[in-house]
């Protein structure tokens, strides 16, 4: 599909993903929990709530 500018759209469901899906090395899957990690780390208030 293609916006009116001519720029071709990603369709949502091409975009979305699952770990399970993903096909990465015992390195990279260590990296991707790591980062999950921090995110979920950034995302707790200091009450301990989910922000």
């Given at each position: 599909m293609m916006t009116s500018s001519g720029v071709p759209v990603a369709n949502a469901a091409a975009a979305?993903?699952?770990?399970?899906s993903l096909r990465l090395n015992r390195a990279a899957h260590s990296?991707?929990?790591?980062?999950?990690?921090?995110?979920?780390?950034?995302?707790?208030?200091?009450?301990?709530d989910f922000i």
């Open positions: 979305y993903s699952t770990f399970d990296i991707v929990g790591r980062l999950i990690s921090f995110w979920d780390s950034r995302n707790i208030n200091k009450n301990g």
